[in-house]
């Protein structure tokens, strides 16, 4: 992560990273080049309706650009490729797993199930910023595993209602499972067909499309929810499995208990991590808890 002191070097910066000209940065937030000009020199700051407008447009976290953007700015870190914020050096790292287990049952009123009609746009705004490459599944189908599971279909927000993350789950058949732990299809194909009601299933399969958050804060918040619903699945069968494609992920995943399955060191996430395939469940992490 790298720290940024104000708000003018936050924007130079997201300018650079996303091959935009100070023209464009104005016209996405409705504003002339002038006005960009003065806010990436910190001559001035952003008024409260342009600070969500820069918030929507550039999907910059919330609370990242309200640091910045004061009087006496908050310095805070920043991973662009991750999306995620830290208030400190000693924050930038995923907290360890156990410590997460230690928290599962801090209550926050800032998660709830994933409204697809308010919330929906959003994710999809977010997984086309992380890869503009991946065409993505049907949203449609994204509607139906909110629809089946909605204790693990989930989204948090900041402190004032803006988005700082998701996770969407897939209750899948067990031939649907098969066909992506053996790489027959990607995850973006799947469709109605490969979805399961997880319910009335002997051993069903819990397929984690997507997850991400703009800090650790928000990860713990995530994990911590699917932890609680998933506890009462520890005298069942499941399984639970994903394709990782970011180191911290792969660390979380790995640290409560899920195995490798396959590594794909020749195709590359745009973190530069290799997709990877793990699975299991978390009973014998959850049995402490």
């Known amino acids: 992560m790298k720290k940024y002191q104000t708000l003018g070097q936050l924007l130079t910066d997201y300018r650079e990273v996303f091959g935009i000209s100070q023209a464009d940065l104005a016209a996405m937030v409705d504003v002339d080049v002038r006005t960009v000009q003065r806010w990436e020199a910190d001559v001035t700051q952003l008024k409260d309706d342009k600070e969500a407008d820069l918030v929507r447009a550039t999907f910059l976290p919330h609370q990242l650009v309200r640091n910045l953007n004061s009087i006496t700015p908050i310095p805070t870190w920043y991973d662009f490729s991750l999306r995620k914020y830290s208030l400190s050096e ?70 004032a209602g803006f988005y700082a993350g998701h996770v969407i789950v897939m209750p899948l058949k067990k031939e649907s499972y098969l066909r992506i732990r053996e790489r027959q299809i990607n995850p973006d194909q799947l469709s109605f067909d490969d979805l399961a009601d997880h319910r009335t299933a002997h051993h069903p399969y819990f397929f984690q499309y997507s997850i991400a958050a703009d800090s650790n804060d928000n990860i713990c918040i995530l994990v911590g929810a699917i932890m609680r619903f998933m506890k009462a699945w520890n005298d069942k069968p499941y399984t639970w499995c994903t394709i990782t494609d970011r180191y911290d992920s792969y660390y979380l995943h790995t640290h409560v208990g899920l195995k490798v399955v396959w590594e794909d060191k020749e195709h590359r996430s745009v973190f530069g991590d290799p997709y990877r395939f793990v699975e299991g469940d978390f009973r014998e992490f959850l049995s402490d808890a």
């Open 90 to 159: 000693l924050s930038n790292d995923l907290p360890d797993a156990r410590t997460i287990l230690e928290n599962i049952y801090l209550p926050s009123e800032r998660v709830r199930t994933l409204r697809p009609d308010a919330d929906l746009e959003t994710v999809i705004q977010y997984l086309f910023y992380r890869n503009k490459e991946r065409k993505g599944i049907r949203t449609a189908v994204i509607r139906e595993a909110v629809n089946l599971l909605p204790g693990l279909n989930l989204f948090v927000t900041d402190e």
